[in-house]
């Protein structure tokens, strides 16, 4: 069992910045991979980034790359999203996962099922 806590969400202006941390808790978290999702209103949930053990195994979004970046501290347990020039359609539910890290994850990242644990959630609204 994994347990999985995000923080950082909130309200910013276009262009601004937010960090979000998701704390990570359980058994064998060293064998798993944390990422990131979002959801916004009458949209579809949507792979944001994702972090395996090593720091080349990276992925983003198209819609986030050059403007975000996920980053791990594995002493913390605790997996950070620095989002840089927010945009209004960033505007999302951000959720943290977490996965055994597989091969077949890594290349299928993006894929909401694939992801065994769930965080509850934190809300980032971009708007003026």
């Known amino acids: 069992q994994v347990q999985l806590v995000e923080s950082g969400g909130g309200l910013v202006q276009p262009g601004g910045s937010l960090r979000l941390s998701c704390a990570a808790s359980g058994s064998d978290l060293g064998r798993h991979a944390i990422g990131w999702f979002r959801q916004a209103p009458g949209k579809e949930r949507e792979g944001v980034s994702c972090i395996f053990r090593g720091a080349s195994r990276i992925r983003y979004a198209n819609s986030v790359k050059g403007r975000f970046t996920i980053s791990r501290d594995n002493a913390k347990n605790t997996v950070y999203l620095e989002m840089n020039s927010l945009k209004p359609e960033d505007t999302a539910v951000y959720y943290c996962?977490?996965?055994?890290?597989?091969?077949?994850?890594?290349?299928?990242?993006?894929?909401?099922?694939?992801?065994?644990?769930w965080g509850q959630g934190t809300q980032v609204t971009v708007s003026s």
């Open positions: 996962v977490s996965g055994l890290a597989t091969s077949d994850l890594l290349g299928s990242w993006y894929v909401g099922r694939l992801w065994d644990y």
